[in-house]
């Protein structure tokens, strides 16, 4: 089945550090699976920071970027400059062919401090 | 303020017995899903709903029972529960027929614990 395998956590970075969690997809159900990012921050639901649908395509969202690189099936979260708000949760995930049915990987805790 | 409400925000529950995990969205999506997270590991797909029928069904088990009594509510029963049930459940929606994007809007779950 589909799968997504990302950074595993917790993360801890300084603030106005850069950033990258890494996430490798890997899709039986469809060729080109729709890639998303997203993130729940401390006491909020989950929600999409960003979606790339295109392979080659680049995604961004609140200063974060996420390639989709369909040749090393990778859709990596990167940001150059991270702030204590960007503190969360993060996963990544692929879209199938059933609607609304979304794979997970497992989340990456990301913790930035002053 | 949330937009999709899920009730309650824990529960423990006695193995055997039965609970039903409330949902109800006001973004007037069309579709409704349920996902559900066990420790460790990542979040799952259950089931979707759209214009309160269902459209697909990943998990194995009856005792799993979505019940929509209005467009916007998903509550989800559950019967003869295990420990092995134990998990956050996630509600979750979006609006189908916008070419295809699969933005989902999820709840903050319930907490779900089976003794």
């Known amino acids: 089945g589909d799968s997504v395998t990302q950074t595993e956590g917790p993360v801890t970075v300084s603030e106005s550090e850069s950033l990258i969690i890494n996430c490798t997809y890997s899709a039986t159900s469809i060729a080109y699976p729709n890639l998303f990012w997203y993130v729940r921050y401390p006491g909020e639901g989950l929600q999409l920071l960003l979606k790339?649908?295109?392979?080659?395509q680049k995604g961004s969202s609140r200063g974060f970027e996420a390639t989709y690189n369909k040749e090393t099936t990778s859709f990596h979260l990167q940001k150059a400059s991270v702030q204590e708000s960007d503190s969360a949760v993060y996963y990544c995930a692929l879209g199938t062919q059933v609607v609304g049915q979304l794979t997970f990987g497992r989340g990456t805790r990301l913790q930035v401090y002053a | 303020d949330p937009k999709i409400i899920q009730k309650p925000k824990y529960l423990v529950a006695v193995t055997g017995s039965e609970k039903i995990l409330i949902c109800e969205q006001y973004l007037g999506h069309n579709a409704m899903y349920w996902y559900r997270q066990s420790a460790k590991k990542p979040l799952e797909f259950m089931f979707s709903y759209s214009y309160q029928k269902l459209m697909d069904n990943q998990t194995a088990s009856s005792r799993f029972q979505p019940q929509s009594s209005k467009k916007n509510h998903l509550d989800l029963q559950i019967t003869a529960l295990k420990p092995d049930d134990s998990a956050t459940y996630f509600c979750?929606?979006?609006?189908?027929?916008?070419?295809?994007?699969?933005?989902?809007?999820f709840g903050h779950g319930t907490k779900l614990s089976v003794l």
């Open positions: 979750a929606s979006s609006q189908l027929g916008t070419g295809g994007d699969e933005r989902l809007f």
């Open positions: 790339v649908i295109t392979a080659g």
